[in-house]
Nanobody, 123 residues
Framework: QVQLVESGGGLVQAGGSLRLSCVASGRSLATHDMGWFRQAPGKEREFVAQ????????DYTDSVKGRFTISRDNAKNTVYLQMNSLKPEDTAMYYC????????????????WGRGTQVTVSS
């Protein structure tokens, strides 16, 4: 059994930065794609970023390209999301997810999900 636990969210001003972390426990997810989704109040959950299991291939939703960076440390069973130049539009609950196949994660059908960490960006 695998559990994902996110941390690092908080309240920041526009233009600030946060680094989210997601730690997996139970077993190694080194061979899984890992990524992040977010959900703002009143909106559908949306894809944010993903990383292949090696970290060599990454992908981002257009709205965060150039500002967010996903990375992972498989030895620590952890994935990160470095968020720079934050905007109020980034305000959302951020969820960590893991999947055995890239398109499965991208479509929001990951095998494992965390319970989320709140990011609030003030203007």
């Amino acid at each position: 059994q695998v559990q994902l636990v996110e941390s690092g969210g908080g309240l920041v001003q526009a233009g600030g930065s946060l680094r989210l972390s997601c730690v997996a426990s139970g077993r190694s997810l080194a061979t899984h794609d890992m990524g992040w989704f977010r959900q703002a109040p009143g909106k559908e959950r949306e894809f944010v970023a993903q990383s292949s299991w090696t970290g060599a291939i990454t992908d981002y939703t257009d709205s965060v390209k150039g500002r967010f960076t996903i990375s992972r440390d498989n030895a620590k069973n952890t994935v990160y999301l470095q968020m720079n130049s934050l905007k109020p539009e980034d305000t959302a609950m951020y969820y960590c997810t893991a999947a055995r196949e890239t398109p499965v994660l991208r479509l929001g059908k990951g095998e494992y999900w965390g319970r989320g960490t709140q990011v609030t960006v003030s203007s």
